[in-house]
């Protein structure tokens, strides 16, 4: 029943704006006098009692301006007040009641008619000279300089003459004094949604924005075909006997790219359709939570298109990609990292004034994502602090723990791991020097073993003995130094200390809802409704 009154309601605007034949033809392909007549539709969408034009038919050709100027006619008789302001005066006649300014002050009130009367006119163009007449004759006489103190003179003449009139007696002063009498209107005041409504209207708001983005089919394509691009130039560059961080370091990266670049201009460019709504009981968080919903669904299946064939190549052998539970843990990392992209591209959507001001902001939130998630080495100092604030930080870690991979760095070692919680580093450095110290004491016990022989031997000779010459034992042998394994696909860099796998989620589930908190708040402390 709600889609029939919605249908009805449009078919009837499209009928009184003269749109019918065109509803289906795109606003680009409409000339200027429809994209006019399309837009006085918007507003009628909302049934309003009083619309207020501001030269609405400027730029166009006359015929069109005539067709624009009937239609308003239609719309006062449908029982709507129209107010505009117009320097056009071909067709004054179609308006009920006309207000003459000048300078801002009031020289007539009263039907289009009784305005040419009172000023003795036939035509507005000449009502219009009339008025100026003064004017020039006190410029040409004072000068040019004086036209400012000229004007305002003879524009309040022309008020107080007015106030004389019997036009501003009935017109003004009349209804003016009937105010206070009359009763007071019901004041209208939105209706609370509640749950059902609040549900509804976010289905609505869902199901019309995949109809807008349907309708850009290439913008789709783009979207959907980065992702496979992208996976294909990180097995290019992924080495073979790399440690694994950078690949890891692309999903939690990428997935903030994705939500951050497809979020952060969908508020601001359908702002003025926002605001409009709103005044007729749009809910924020239905709004927003259909914003949510269908750049995560876009944004999931990114991340699916660029974790789906690295996790391929991973299991042809091609490029090794570990990952435990074949990978779905990073995966959920992977989702949720890219949930909070999208909070990050909805809060600065709301918080700029442009579409362009959005653009340029997301590669100051993408270049800290690099320079602080730990990607160059263990972070220490300043930049470790600045990295908890990162969301690809805590993903980034996250994605390596999920790995279930030995570190090269004592930070994050596993303790029961190969390295014994050293690292491989640090692991190969202190089994060469437990070699180079029992080589050592081997060379030193060697050394002693053999002087022992040798003075054993010069006493027996002393003492007219004849010993046999003796022959020192064979040196121990001493094993080879440890080297770094060419290979080290099998490790990666380090693990954050400060950070663990149930944290790490838990922290960037509090991002997602911090940024949408700070979105509401936002679009809250923004409301005209």
């Known amino acids: 029943m709600f889609h029939v009154q919605i249908n009805q309601t449009i078919n009837e605007i499209l009928d009184v704006t003269g749109l019918a034949e065109r509803r289906n033809v795109p606003v680009s392909q409409l000339s200027g006098g429809q994209r006019k007549r399309v837009s006085i539709a918007v507003e009628l969408i909302t049934k309003p009692s009083v619309i207020f034009l501001d030269e609405p038919t400027s730029g166009l050709d006359p015929a069109t301006e005539e067709k624009i100027m009937k239609l308003f006619r239609q719309i006062a008789e449908s029982g709507r007040t129209v107010i505009m302001t117009t320097h056009a005066m071909e067709n004054v006649r179609l308006f009920d009641k006309v207000v003459l300014l000048m300078r801002g002050k009031l020289a007539f009130y009263g039907t289009p008619i009784d305005a040419l009367k009172y000023f003795n006119a036939k035509t507005f163009k000449e009502l219009y000279d009339k008025l100026d007449e003064p004017v020039e004759k006190e410029i040409a006489q004072h000068g040019e300089s004086n036209r400012r103190e000229i004007t305002e003179h003879e524009a309040n003449e022309w008020k107080q003459k007015f106030l004389q009139t019997p036009q501003y007696l009935t017109n003004i002063q009349e209804p003016l004094s009937a105010l206070g009498s009359l009763p007071h209107s019901a004041v209208y005041k939105k209706r609370r949604l509640g749950i059902f409504g609040a549900v509804s209207q976010w289905i609505t708001l869902s199901r019309r924005y995949v109809e807008v983005l349907a309708k850009d089919k290439l913008n789709l394509f783009i979207l959907f075909v980065q992702a496979p691009i992208i996976a294909a130039m990180t097995a290019l560059v992924m080495g073979s006997n790399l440690p694994r961080d950078f690949v890891y370091f692309v999903l939690s990266l990428v997935a903030i790219w994705f939500g951050t670049s497809v979020a952060a201009r969908e508020i601001i460019r359908e702002r003025p359709v926002f605001r409009r709504e709103r005044m007729v009981n749009l809910g924020i968080l239905p709004y927003l939570g259909s914003k949510l919903f269908i750049i995560g669904m876009i944004v999931s299946f990114q991340c699916l298109l660029l974790f789906v064939p690295l996790k391929l190549l991973d299991m042809s052998g091609l490029m090794a990609m570990p990952g435990e539970v074949f990978g779905i843990p990073q995966l959920w990392a992977m989702l949720l990292t890219a949930g909070v992209g999208v909070a990050l591209g909805l809060f600065v959507s709301a918080l700029v004034r442009t579409s362009e001001m959005a653009t340029s902001l997301v ?3 993408l270049i800290p994502q690099i320079l602080f998630s730990g990607l160059v080495g263990v ?8 990295g908890l604030a990162m969301p690809a930080a805590w993903s980034f870690d996250t994605m390596k723990r999920f790995s279930t991979l030995d570190t090269l760095e004592p930070e994050g070692a596993e303790p029961n791991g190969a390295t014994h919680g050293q690292g491989l580093y640090k692991y190969t450095k202190d089994e060469n020097a437990k070699i180079v110290t029992n080589a050592r004491k081997s060379v030193e016990d ?11 031997y010069d006493r027996q000779i ?3 003995e004849t010993p046999a010459i003796p022959h020192p034992d064979e040196p121990a042998a001493i094993p080879d130094p440890k080297e770094i394994p060419s290979d080290l696909s099998h490790y990666v860099v380090f693990l954050n200390p400060w950070m663990n796998e149930v944290l790490n989620q838990i922290v960037l589930m509090l991002m997602l809802g911090i940024l949408v908190i700070a979105t509401l ?3 809250k402390l923004q409301d005209v409704g």
């Open 521 to 523: 708040i936002i679009l």
């Open 462 to 464: 002393r003492g007219g």
């Open 379 to 386: 972070p220490t100092g300043l930049n470790k602090v600045i």
């Open 446 to 456: 060697y050394k002693k073993d053999a002087e022992t022989k040798f003075r054993e």
């Open 363 to 365: 590669p100051l939130i």
